[in-house]
Each structure stands twice: as structure tokens, then as C-alpha cells.
T-cell receptor, first 113, second 117 residues
Framework: EDQVTQSPEALRLQEGESSSLNCSYT??????LFWYRQDPGKGPEFLFT???AGEEKEKERLKATLTKKESFLHITAPKPEDSATYLC??????????????FGSGTQLTVLP | DAGVTQSPTHLIKTRGQQVTLRCSPK?????VSWYQQALGQGPQFIFQ???????QRGNFPDRFSGHQFPNYSSELNVNALLLGDSALYLC????????????????FGPGTRLTVL
């Protein structure tokens, strides 16, 4: 069974204070690892897909990295508008989980001005 | 380019009633997945539809059923509602094949907030 654990559960940063969010996963053959941003009461917004260990992707102040056991979402010089819940999900390569996403519980990020 | 749309936005039902939620996928997408998200939790997979058939199902009872139409839109039906069914229901669309490559990135709609009293 695929499992995803995100840490910390909540993170408060001052504007400009860089940090990282962690996503640890266990999966029988990784098909893809996905990062989403979710604002309160809204649907998740797609950020990145990572497919293999060593892969990195960047978008504005966000950078996602992937190893064989975990992924990190690095936030550089965050702004208050980066405040949201960040969700990590995996898609396994075995036939039973080939299409579903298994999510972690998310990290609630608050960036103070 | 229209993204994933869902209706209604909010819904209030009582225990034992039945509900139907609707989803239109992102333009060009052919696969629809449904998720349930309880407050403070990550989304949980309910099922996925492709070519008008249920292709995969998560750990949800048969009270949860769905349908996909020829235009790729989809419905989620929940019978005999329980208090525990109160949640945000999310629809996600994806495209199985794009330019000869398999791609599995799922794009989510805004969700339907279901409250069961």
C-alpha cells in the first residue's frame, strides 16, 4: 500500500525566511510524485510532477527535488501570498495503484509580513 | 482554456438522502477521477473513469457510484448519505496519452462542499 507522510504539519515563516517542506513516501515502483498548493475551501492547484530520483523543477520561489525515499519543496524568500497548504501525492507503478494519487495530509504554511 | 468545473458549489442534505455531483473535465482531457477530502486531511481516491468505464476504485463502499458520458463529463452519486460523508468532493481530469507519451498529471476542480445533517 502506497503511503505518504508530510512534515511539518504546520510552518510559520517570516517574509523572506527560506525553508523546506518534506514529503516521505513508500510506494511499489514510483510512477510520479506530485506537488499541489491548496487554498482554503478550494481545489488543489498543480505545481510540479517529478518522475525519477535526482530530478528538480523550479517555479518562481518554489523548487521541488526528489530522492528515492523523499521529496522536498524548497521555498526561497517567501511572501505572504505563498501562504497555503502544500500537498504531496504519489502514483505507484503497480497495476492496482497505477492511476490513483495517494496524498499526504499536507503542510500548512503561513508567511507573516 | 476552461479548467475543470464542478457543480454545485455547496450542497446540504440530510441523512439517508441521495446526492449527485457533476464534473466537466479540462478541455482535451479524457479521464476523470473523484476524491473525497475531509477537513484537515489530504484527498482520498474514490474512483476513476476512462472511456465511460470505471477503471479503478479506492476503498469506498458501493453507496458511491459514478458515470462518465461520451463528452467525458462525469457524475458522482452517493446513496443513503451518512454524517461521515460530509466533505469536499474533488474532481480531477487528466489525459492518458499526449503526443505519444503517457502523462498522469491530474488537474483539480474547485470542489463541491457537501454537508450532511
Amino acid at each position: 500500500e502506497d503511503q505518504v507522510t508530510q512534515s511539518p504539519e504546520a510552518l510559520r515563516l517570516q517574509e523572506g525566511e527560506s525553508s523546506s517542506l518534506n514529503c516521505s513516501y513508500t510506494v511499489s515502483g514510483l510512477r510520479g510524485l506530485f506537488w499541489y498548493r491548496q487554498d482554503p475551501g478550494k481545489g488543489p492547484e498543480f505545481l510540479f510532477t517529478l518522475y525519477s530520483a535526482g530530478e528538480e523543477k523550479e517555479k518562481e520561489r518554489l523548487k521541488a527535488t526528489l530522492t528515492k525515499k523523499e521529496s522536498f519543496l524548497h521555498i526561497t524568500a517567501p511572501k505572504p501570498e505563498d501562504s497555503a497548504t502544500y500537498l504531496c501525492a504519489v502514483q505507484g507503478a503497480t497495476s492496482g495503484s497505477a492511476r490513483q494519487l495517494t496524498f499526504g495530509s499536507g503542510t500548512q504554511l503561513t508567511v507573516l509580513p | 482554456d476552461a479548467g475543470v468545473t464542478q457543480s454545485p458549489t455547496h450542497l446540504i442534505k440530510t441523512r439517508g438522502q441521495q446526492v449527485t455531483l457533476r464534473c466537466s473535465p479540462k478541455s482535451g482531457h479524457d479521464t476523470v477521477s473523484w476524491y473525497q477530502q475531509a477537513l484537515g486531511q489530504g484527498p482520498q481516491f474514490i474512483f476513476q473513469y476512462y472511456e465511460e468505464e470505471e477503471r479503478q476504485r479506492g476503498n469506498f463502499p458501493d453507496r458511491f457510484s459514478g458515470h462518465q458520458f461520451p463528452n467525458y463529463s462525469s457524475e458522482l452519486n452517493v446513496n443513503a448519505l451518512l454524517l461521515g460523508d460530509s466533505a469536499l468532493y474533488l474532481c480531477a481530469s487528466s489525459l492518458v496519452w499526449s503526443s505519444g507519451l503517457r502523462t498522469d498529471t491530474q488537474y483539480f476542480g474547485p470542489g463541491t462542499r457537501l454537508t450532511v445533517l
